[in-house]
């Protein structure tokens, strides 16, 4: 479980391919302080570490993941946002958040507004449902708020504040990139019982 509050970019640093598998080893000043097995966020991915050292460790994402996810278009170099699970007892700064990526978006636009950014997903018809206004949504693992939502167009904006945009791989986001999206669960949670 996470909170959607980034903790660090990390740096993609090896992908190697093995089978249907994909081995991610990702630079991070944390690195030398996980445990094999531990559930790490990983641009809102939760994937495992397998292996570790002073400063990098080492991931695999499974097919079924890699299918589901942008883990397929990342690239040697490129930054990934990361956040270490939840420990009880601590303030939950963002909203709970799963790790579950439901789908992948794409950037339709990007608008600067005075000191900060609004950025545009298009989303599939189907789950336009689940997006509420002033609600939550976890976009490559941060936390935001649907800040406008357009039916005609099936398409929703947010609202990136500085910090935001420069302390996570928002700042790399063009249009047309392929972005992770959790929906917020007590949403989804809802929709089901009242089906």
């Known amino acids: 479980m996470f909170t959607g509050i980034i903790e660090e970019v990390g740096i993609i640093k090896n992908i190697m391919q093995e089978k249907g ?59 990934i946002n990361l956040e270490r699970c939840l420990i009880v007892g601590e303030r939950l700064d963002g909203h709970f958040v799963q790790g579950h990526i ?8 990007i608008k600067e ?37 357009n039916d005609k167009e099936n398409t929703f904006e947010v609202a990136i504040i500085p910090y935001t945009f420069n302390h996570t791989n928002f700042k790399n986001i063009k249009i047309g990139s392929s972005v992770n999206i959790e929906f917020d669960m007590i949403s989804k949670q809802l929709l089901r019982f009242n089906k």
Request: aromatic share 8%; proline share 1%.
């Open 113 to 149: 507004t005075n000191g900060s950014w609004a950025f545009k997903f298009k989303c599939q018809e189907n789950n336009m449902r689940y997006l509420c206004p002033k609600g939550s949504i976890a976009i490559n693992g941060v936390s935001l708020t649907v800040s406008n939502i």
């Open 21 to 79: 598998n994909l081995f991610l080893t990702i630079s991070s000043t944390f690195s030398n302080k996980l445990k094999v097995n531990q559930s790490i966020s990983h641009n809102g991915i939760c994937l495992s570490v397998s292996h570790f050292n002073d400063s990098e460790h080492t991931l695999c994402a499974i097919e079924e993941t890699i299918k589901k996810t942008n883990l397929k278009f990342l690239q040697i170099g490129d930054l």
């Open 102 to 109: 439901d789908c992948t978006m794409k950037c339709v636009s």
